[in-house]
């Protein structure tokens, strides 16, 4: 379980590990505003602001993030492709999102564009870091195909509205949160929570519907093992 945390304080902080590490699971596992996880903590007897909440959140939620993300085995190689728009104080931004054949999500990023340009950015920094897949599905946006020539990137590309399902459904979350937040305050800001959100995503959110229940609760288990681990590597 979650609280199974060293109880630790860390340095400058007033709270045990234990306490911090549920804070930035509930915010990020489920969709809580941070005074919902304020009342969360009060209802066990823990006082503590939805402020320091979000300090917690942005500051230590960003580091188990990392963790997860490094520790994570390479993913299919098929991947999906797909942007969608978010507004930023009544500005147009686009966001970029990748996930694999499994729905795991491989990476996020905020721009302002959606053309060649900002395709080929994401393009590249994806294959930085994942190496090149076999094949890549994305819509039929032309930017792929001009980012895919400027890359000379020799993949099976598959532009197909219908073929991207898998990933038309990992934007949800992010619309949730995004109703739930009144909106992203700056583009940083959006990059910075939604790699966070959708790292703790990919952890605590397996195809459950593919797995028998047993399979469900070990896999749970195993999450909770890990997010303990990576809260105990915490460092102020």
């Given at each position: 379980?979650?609280?199974?945390?060293?109880q630790l304080r860390l340095k400058g902080h007033r709270f045990p590990?234990?306490?911090?590490?549920?804070?930035?699971?509930?915010y990020h596992r489920f969709a809580l505003s941070l005074r919902d996880v304020e009342d969360l903590l009060a209802e066990r007897g823990i006082i503590v602001s939805y402020e320091t909440i979000r300090a917690w959140v942005r500051k230590l939620g960003a580091q188990i993030a990392k963790r997860v993300r490094t520790a994570?085995?390479?993913?299919?190689?098929?991947?999906?492709?797909?942007?969608?728009?978010?507004?930023?104080?009544?500005?147009?931004h686009w966001l970029w999102r990748a996930v694999d054949s499994n729905g795991e999500v491989l990476d996020i990023?905020?721009?302002?564009?959606r053309n060649a340009r900002a395709a080929k950015r994401f393009i590249a920094r994806l294959i930085a870091r994942w190496g090149k897949p076999r094949i890549i599905v994305t819509d039929k946006l032309r930017s792929y195909g001009a980012a895919?020539?400027?890359?000379?990137?020799?993949v099976d590309h598959r532009a197909h509205k219908g073929l991207n399902n898998r990933i038309e459904g990992s934007h949800r979350p992010t619309r949730k949160r995004e109703?739930?937040?009144?909106?992203?305050?700056?583009?940083?800001?959006?990059?910075?929570?939604?790699t966070a959100?959708?790292?703790?995503a990919n952890l605590f959110r397996p195809r459950r519907h593919k797995m028998t229940a047993s399979t469900y609760r070990q896999k749970r288990a195993t999450a909770f093992l890990h997010w303990n681990q990576y809260a105990t590597e915490l460092h102020p």
């Open positions: 379980m979650i609280c199974q945390v060293s590990r234990s306490i911090i590490s549920f804070a930035v699971w509930a994570r085995k390479q993913p299919s190689d098929k991947w999906h492709l797909d942007e969608v728009v978010i507004m930023i104080r009544g500005v147009k990023l905020v721009q302002t564009r895919f020539r400027k890359l000379a990137l020799d109703k739930i937040q009144g909106r992203f305050k700056s583009a940083r800001q959006a990059q910075r929570f939604l959100h959708d790292e703790t």
